[in-house]
């Protein structure tokens, strides 16, 4: 399977604690996405990277969530400080940057983090 | 008012009838519109996309998209069990591809 990995599937954390999740894109991807969702709503973006850049960050994003991606290949969300509101499921998506093709984002299996 | 919106359901559909969903959009520079499949616990699956005014369809599958109106639909034709999920309609704007606007999606229930 040469889909987007994501590690772990599943975190449970104590408030307070800090988590980092991976994302592996599609080898031939150079850009990647990071989305959160919570129960009953849509995804919701949070940031991309073109190769090792980060282009854009939501404002969803505060000060206690960075995300690297520091060579273009696999990035990485961490959270620190939990908090019970940052249960959700974190979604990594890869494509190709637009021009080369636009091809639709396909998401990876999420990692579901759940802080106590 | 929301970017994206769709009716939440449930929507009930007998196995073998069509299942109509649809989805309208605020922003009319809008470009591009996707339609997601989820199931309970796991991550959104991509099943169509479309960019022209029009049908596109894909197996059982038919998007539409009237950009006039700004609105895009599915439909599911000969539904299946198996097609019970939520369906999450979502919305690329021009010059940030890849950032999409979903809704909060559609619950399909299927029943035999």
């Known amino acids: 399977d040469t889909g987007v990995s994501q590690d772990p599937r599943h975190k449970i954390t104590k408030r307070g604690q800090n988590v980092t999740f991976r994302c592996d894109p599609i080898s031939e991807h150079n850009r990647l996405y990071w989305y959160r969702q919570t129960l009953g709503q849509g995804p919701e973006f949070l940031t991309y990277?073109?190769?090792?850049?980060?282009?854009?960050k939501s404002r969803l994003l505060s000060d206690r969530f960075s995300a690297e991606r520091p060579k273009g290949s696999f990035s990485t969300l961490e959270i620190q400080r939990t908090e019970q509101g940052d249960s959700a499921m974190y979604l990594c998506?890869?494509?190709?940057?637009?021009?080369?093709?636009?091809?639709?984002?396909?998401f990876g299996n999420g990692t579901r983090l759940t802080v106590t | 008012q929301k970017e994206v919106e769709q009716n939440s359901g449930p929507l009930s559909v007998p196995e073998g009838a069509i299942a109509s969903l649809n989805c309208t959009y605020s922003d009319r520079g809008s470009q591009s519109f996707f339609w997601y499949r989820q199931y309970s616990g796991k991550s959104p699956e991509l099943i169509m996309f479309i960019y022209s005014n029009g049908d596109k369809e894909d197996g059982r599958f038919t998007a539409q998209l009237n950009k006039a109106s700004q609105y895009v639909s599915l439909l599911i034709r000969d539904s299946q069990p198996s097609d019970s999920a939520t369906y999450l309609c979502a919305v690329n704007k021009p010059d940030s591809w890849g950032k999409l606007q979903f809704g909060a999606g559609t619950q399909v229930v299927v029943t035999p």
């Open positions: 998506a890869s494509t190709v940057e637009p021009g080369i093709g636009n091809s639709p984002l396909h």
């Open positions: 990277f073109q190769n090792e850049a980060q282009l854009e």
